[in-house]
T-cell receptor, first 115, second 115 residues
Framework: AQSVTQLDSHVSVSEGTPVLLRCNYS??????LFWYVQHPNKGLQLLLK??????LVKGINGFEAEFKKSETSFHLTKPSAHMSDAAEYFC?????????????FGTGTRLKVLA | EAGVVQSPRYKIIEKKQPVAFWCNPI?????LYWYLQNLGQGPELLIR????????DSQLPKDRFSAERLKGVDSTLKIQPAELGDSAVYLC?????????????FGPGTRLTVL
């Protein structure tokens, strides 16, 4: 079975400072991992995905994430936060159970960016 | 390319009333998903279609929820009768296929309020 844990429900950073959103996963085999962002009243948008290729994945808007198998982590980072980054972020593990596959979402991390 | 379209965006009904949500996926996407997102939580899968076949409906409360995807394109999710606890955002997503590595594209959701 797969599961995902987002370690922080809320993160606050000042504009221009680094962002770190933490995600740990559990999977019985090599998973596919995703980060999605959800702005208020908007649909979920894919930031980046890991699918067993390069462990450092670069996404849109300057975000990147590193897959660390030994730590079962897939933390999302950005060197410099922008006000427009304020949103809800979801870590997702994708896996197959009994022949069917599904996305398993974390509970989300709300990022607040302070001016 | 047009994204996933959902309607209505907002719906307010009284308990015990029926309600229906409509979704038009991205053209060419064979796989369609309905998710339920409660406040402060990540989305949870209700049902997944491969073309017109429901291949995973294990989380759909079949006593009051039903869904259909006629002709393998548009889909409708219905609740009858609605209960107070059904207040949530209902998300529709689509992907080109049902592979584990595939990105899912999400619509903006329908926010349901049951009074």
């Amino acid at each position: 079975a797969q599961s995902v844990t987002q370690l922080d429900s809320h993160v606050s950073v000042s504009e221009g400072t680094p962002v770190l959103l933490r995600c740990n996963y559990s999977s019985s085999y090599s998973p596919s991992l995703f980060w999605y962002v959800q702005h208020p009243n908007k649909g979920l948008q894919l930031l980046l995905k890991y699918t067993s290729a390069a462990t450092l994945v670069k996404g849109i808007n300057g975000f990147e994430a590193e897959f660390k198998k030994s730590e079962t982590s897939f933390h999302l980072t950005k060197p410099s936060a922008h006000m427009s980054d304020a949103a809800e972020y979801f870590c997702v593990v994708s896996g197959s159970t009994s022949g069917t596959y599904k996305y398993i979402f974390g509970t989300g991390t709300r990022l607040k960016v302070l001016a | 390319e047009a994204g996933v379209v959902q309607s209505p965006r907002y719906k307010i009904i009284e308990k015990k009333q029926p309600v229906a949500f409509w979704c038009n996926p991205i053209s060419g996407h064979n796989t369609l998903y309905w998710y339920l997102q409660n406040l402060g939580q990540g989305p949870e899968l209700l049902i997944r279609y491969e073309n017109e076949e429901a291949v995973d409906d294990s989380q759909l409360p079949k006593d009051r929820f039903s869904a259909e995807r006629l002709k393998g394109v548009d889909s409708t999710l219905k609740i009858q009768p609605a209960e107070l606890g059904d207040s949530a955002v209902y998300l529709c997503a689509s992907s080109y296929s049902g592979r584990v590595v595939d990105e899912q594209f999400f619509g903006p959701g329908t926010r349901l309020t049951v009074l």
